[in-house]
C-alpha cells in the first residue's frame, strides 16, 4: 500500500492510498468463456475500531489502472 495524500479536513482526516497486490484465488470455471469472476477486497484499521474510522471510495479518483493484466482474462472495469 502506497500512501497517496493525506490531510486535515474540518470535520475529518483525509488519507488516500493506493493499493497494488497480487490476489489468488479458487474459481469455478464451469461457465468458461462466459464467466464472470468478482475481486473482492476488504480493509480494516490496525488500531481503530468500526466506530471510530468509516472507509469510504471515492468513485471519481478510483479506478483501475489502464494498464493492468489478467492473463488469458478480459477485465471489464472498476
Known amino acids: 500500500m502506497e500512501l497517496i495524500r493525506g490531510e486535515e479536513r474540518p470535520t475529518e482526516d483525509y488519507i488516500e492510498y493506493r493499493v497494488k497486490g ?3 484465488g479458487s474459481f469455478d470455471f464451469r461457465g468458461f468463456p462466459l464467466d464472470e469472476h468478482f475481486l473482492t477486497v476488504e ?3 490496525k488500531q481503530r475500531g ?3 474510522l468509516v472507509f ?3 468513485n471519481e479518483e478510483s479506478g483501475l489502472d489502464p494498464k493492468s493484466k489478467v492473463a488469458g ?3 471489464k472495469g472498476f
Do not use: R
Open 22 to 24: 497480487v490476489y489468488a
Open 43 to 45: 480493509l480494516e484499521g
Open 50 to 52: 468500526t466506530s471510530q
Open 56 to 58: 469510504e471510495s471515492d
Open 73 to 75: 482474462w478480459g477485465v
